[in-house]
Nanobody
Framework: QVQLVESGGGSVPTGGSLRLSCAAS????????MGWFRQTAGKGREGVAA????????NYDDSVKGRFTISRDNAKNTLYLQMNSLNPGDTAMYYC??????????????????WGQGIQVTVSS
């Protein structure tokens, strides 16, 4: 089973950028669609972006369209999330996730099998 480790979080001012990375440890990484989720205190996990196993099909939540870009490098077993034009509403714990339930690039958290430990992103006003 794939294991996931996120990196690249931190604190930025409004309008800043961050790139999150998610390293996967499994030779079957390219068989999984991948997603980024975020969660704040008292709320459930929100699907931010997802990408198909091939890397061809992305899917974004409306709240991040035009600001965030998801990508993956299957040769390096790594998933990325480039986040631009950040605002305080993007402050959350971010998680990467892997799934192999037969979907393409879903944003529902119940469609993912494996989760990283999460990484904090804080955007100050």
């Amino acid at each position: 089973q794939v294991q996931l480790v996120e990196s690249g979080g931190g604190s930025v001012p409004t309008g800043g950028s961050l790139r999150l990375s998610c390293a996967a440890s499994a030779y079957t990484y390219r068989d999984y669609y991948m997603g980024w989720f975020r969660q704040t205190a008292g709320k459930g996990r929100e699907g931010v972006a997802a990408i198909s196993a091939s890397g061809i099909v992305p899917n974004y939540d409306d709240s991040v369209k035009g600001r965030f870009t998801i990508s993956r490098d299957n040769a390096k077993n790594t998933l990325y999330l480039q986040m631009n034009s950040l605002n305080p509403g993007d402050t959350a714990m971010y998680y990467c996730a892997a799934g192999n339930m037969g979907y393409v690039a879903p944003l529902g958290d119940d469609l993912y099998n494996t989760w990283g430990q999460g990484i904090q992103v804080t955007v100050s006003s």
